[in-house]
């Protein structure tokens, strides 16, 4: 039997790749009105196996009102301003500055919630990612070495397969219903070693997950200034405060803390304004 390659590795997959979009597409046309995957085992059109860390973190999803709560209770850990000038003088917490200025309820608007909803999921997808990564593991808890080596494994028994039928004169056909099944199983492990799989075979190791914070603190600042009505005393430097307790970490909020402060996150939306 011929060594497997790279090259054989990689038209295996490519082969394993192109059936998988086929049998989609197959799909699609014959349901042209559902739009969410119809296979419960591979997502449209890029991830041929679930998300599963997705899956985790909307079971224990929290509720808009769960999300008030917690807003609420963050912006009662913190004194306004942040940083104080002096330690020692006692300060207003944010939330008693909201309150003052007749804002709670505009920030507890439904969009706005449903926003800080998808921030924080986002944020804790993130974390479990990068402790994925850092461990060298996939979504799914297992050594990423794992799922390499049953993708070649796979692959080196379809060439087993094709060499000992080849030997005694057997027809490819033979294995005409089983060599999907394997290309199958083969895609989905190649797709966890090599997430990114469309656009080339890096392994997960050498992707490192993506956090994109100045971006996103503009989005969180917009949706603030958005909630609240134009007429009303939001000053920038609360909004920023306000963008700060939302990104800040809840250890951070619990010791009293925001990070990033304000004034960092002021300087990102300055420059993203320029």
């Not at 297992?142 to 030997?167: C, G, S, T």
């Amino acid at each position: 039997m011929k060594p497997l390659s790279n090259k054989i590795l990689r038209n295996l997959i490519t082969e394993a790749y192109t059936a998988w979009r086929a049998e989609q597409e197959r799909l699609r046309k014959k349901f042209p009105h559902v739009t969410v995957p119809l296979n419960p085992d591979f997502m449209w059109p890029y991830q041929p196996t679930v998300d599963t860390i997705a899956q985790r973190l909307n079971t224990k999803a929290a509720s808009a009102d769960q999300i008030k709560k917690r807003l609420l209770w963050r912006m009662r850990q913190v004194q306004y301003p942040f940083p104080p000038a002096d330690r020692k003088k006692t300060r207003e917490t944010i939330y008693q500055v909201v309150r003052k200025h007749g804002l709670q309820k505009a920030l507890l608007d439904p969009k706005l919630i449903a926003r800080i909803k998808l921030f924080w999921f986002l944020s804790d997808y993130y974390g479990q990612e990068r402790r994925f990564h850092d461990r060298k593991q996939s979504h799914h808890a297992y050594p990423l070495r794992f799922h390499r080596d049953a993708m070649k494994e796979m692959a080196r028994h379809l060439l087993w397969l094709e060499e000992m039928a080849k030997q005694n004169k057997v027809s490819r056909n033979w294995f005409s219903q089983y060599r999907p099944a394997i290309l199958k199983a083969m895609l989905q492990e190649a797709s966890i070693y090599c997430p990114r799989i469309i656009m080339g075979f890096k392994s997960a190791t050498q992707i490192p997950p993506v956090k994109s914070a100045g971006d996103m603190q503009m989005d969180i600042y917009k949706a603030i200034t958005a909630a609240v009505p134009k007429a009303s005393n939001l000053s920038d430097n609360l909004a920023y405060h306000l963008t700060a307790v939302i990104w800040s970490s809840p250890s951070s909020i619990r010791a009293h803390k925001l990070e990033p402060t304000p004034a960092a996150v002021s300087r990102n939306i300055r420059d993203r304004r320029q």
